[in-house]
């Protein structure tokens, strides 16, 4: 091109062009996304010679401009793995919400949310995969949202799927140009947004870049935390959905498929007792499948594991091969705790400090008494004081001041200031909060006069992944500190026997806890005063007329007897 080419010859290229410059038009775009703005091609041209009023430089030299497709999937749907199974239940509540009516020129926004391996993302791309095969959409996106950098990152990279043609936008206003495509797409595109891995440091940015208008457009959110999927999803019951473990059929089915074990009468109850005890999650059960195709090809090994209490090795199993984004379900766990560490390191520790009690159910008002009992100055009339002094022990104090986890203890004491750090963890879903309502008071110590309970749950995996190996620095003192709540509280309720059945289950807990901890570590021992004080306890339940107990406990008399025998056997009584 030259510097004295009329205006004329100018103003047939204010199209994309097909091949190198040419002075014949080209053909008119059938395209559905119509005219993606002028563009012409400069080349050995001097600063002033040609004013570039409404377009971009393009240079001979590179590549032939061409149009986007006008039907694409750009969802990474090669990570589906194989041995997809189930979620059908969750597959068609997606889809009915986004075939719900639309009242206004707004897309319909629905968020899947959590705990991390789960298979949210797995069931966005599936989801994402049967409607473009089903032509409900004409184009589909995808975006992690990590990080306000990584949404950034995001919508740049859709915008170069969208004007492939060496478009050259500036970084700072990219993400608007790809906002704008999402809202003032051309009649008869219908596209779907898939926004993966939504942090709470991520909703104020993802509230200002992603579309408003067009109700041709979808956005499926998925995220860990229920609060951030409320916040970004459509307002409505329907548009939140929790993606919780695999039905029991489907987690066998997984488990069968995985390991190529032919799946019959006699292997069902062994396969089912393994999935359940792996808490029906499909990574754990992709990995414990492939630990079994690996040494045996069946299923003894890894209800062995199971039983013997070392389900974590399996845990540890490499997932690369699966689709899955972390090598290992216990690297996740442990990035997670990292992370919580830096940002939150009371969180941190008051998971610690849950993760020694029995997951089926943590009473937060039992953690709040037990918490300011143990933390109150010592008195004549005190409870504490005279039950530890029965034991011939010194007293513990967490509550000193130079007691490293005195700040914890703290805000345990407090009930607003533990549902602060409750949520810490709720955002990453590593334990559940549930509300519990009994209706006999008297059967449920977790209530008084019949008011409702926060009950927190842990996911017995991650709780043994949490605990990790024992004899780390710092895991006396936070044991010790489990103990001291507990006990506590059991102090607050030893003249009612009635009141004793949600404790009953943690001081078994915390009593096994400690006999590995000792059989595995014969030469180190716990602060003496904390087994004394667990053991004391136990004593008390135990020589209890049982009768009464039971009558009182309205519980199981076989599941009584194996918690207390037990545990009085590992405490030496």
Request: hydrophobic share 40%.
């Amino acid at each position: 091109m030259h510097s004295n080419m009329s205006f004329e010859s100018l103003s047939t290229m204010n199209s994309y062009l097909t091949a190198h410059e040419s002075h014949t038009a080209p053909a008119p775009s059938i395209s559905l996304f119509g005219n993606a703005g002028p563009s012409f091609h400069t080349r050995d041209i001097s600063g002033g010679t040609i004013i570039n009023i409404a377009g971009d430089y393009h240079t001979t030299e590179g590549p032939t401009v061409t149009y986007p497709p006008d039907c694409a999937n750009y969802a990474p749907t090669g990570t589906i793995t194989r041995h997809f199974v189930g979620r059908t239940d969750e597959l068609l509540q997606i889809h009915r919400a986004f075939r719900s009516l639309r009242e206004a020129n707004h897309p319909i926004r629905h968020a899947l949310f959590g705990a991390a391996g789960i298979g949210k993302s797995q069931l966005a791309l599936q989801y994402a995969e049967r409607a473009y095969v089903q032509e409900r959409y004409s184009h589909i996106f995808y975006i992690s949202a990590a990080s306000t950098d990584h949404i950034r990152e995001g919508l740049t990279h859709m915008l170069r799927l969208l004007q492939p043609s060496d478009y050259v936008c500036a970084a700072s206003v990219a993400s608007h140009e790809a906002r704008r495509w999402l809202e003032d797409a051309q009649p008869g595109i219908m596209w779907l947004l898939i926004v993966d891995d939504v942090a709470l440091d991520s909703v104020d940015c993802l509230r200002t870049h992603l579309p408003r208008r067009n109700r041709s457009g979808d956005i499926l959110f998925v995220t860990q935390s229920e609060v951030v999927a409320k916040a970004l999803a459509d307002e409505g019951h329907d548009n939140v959905l929790e993606v919780g473990p695999l039905a029991r059929d489907d987690a066998v089915q997984l488990l069968f498929k995985k390991t190529g074990v032919v799946e019959s009468g006699g292997l069902l109850k062994e396969a089912r007792s393994i999935v359940e005890r792996l808490g029906r999650l499909p990574v754990p059960i992709h990995q414990a499948a492939s630990f079994a195709k690996h040494f045996q090809g069946d299923l003894k090994c890894l209800t062995s594991l199971l039983q013997e209490g070392r389900g974590t090795v399996l845990s540890r199993w490499d997932t690369r091969l699966t689709g899955y984004e972390h090598t290992t379900y216990e690297g996740m766990v442990q990035a997670q705790l990292t992370r919580l560490v830096s940002d939150r390191p009371q969180a941190a520790e008051l998971l610690k400090v849950l993760c020694y009690l029995d997951p089926s159910g943590i009473s937060l008002p039992i953690l709040v008494g037990g918490a300011r009992l143990l933390r109150s100055a010592p008195t004549k009339t005190s409870k504490l004081p005279q039950f530890m002094s029965k034991l011939r022990r010194p007293k513990f104090s967490p509550s000193d001041l130079d007691h490293p986890l005195s700040a914890l203890l703290s805000t345990i004491a407090l009930h607003d200031e533990l549902h602060n750090l409750v949520r810490c963890l709720q955002h990453i879903s590593l334990v559940r909060l549930e509300t519990d309502r009994p209706t006999d008071v008297a059967s449920n110590a977790e209530t008084l006069k019949g008011q409702s309970s926060h009950i927190l749950r842990i996911p017995d995996l991650v709780r043994k992944i949490v605990r990790g190996e024992k004899g780390k620095d710092g895991e006396s003192a936070c044991f010790g500190m489990t103990v001291g709540i507990i006990v506590s509280a059991f102090v607050q309720r030893i003249h009612d026997p009635s009141l004793w059945s949600p404790l009953i289950k943690h001081i078994t807990s915390l009593s096994h806890w400690d006999w590995e901890f000792v059989r595995d570590h014969p030469r180190a021992r716990l602060e003496a005063t904390f087994r004394a004080a667990l053991s004391h306890a136990i004593k008390i339940i135990a020589g209890f007329d049982r009768k009464v107990l039971e009558r009182k406990l309205k519980t199981d008399r076989q599941l009584f007897e194996r918690r207390i025998t037990h545990s009085l056997e590992q405490c030496g009584f």
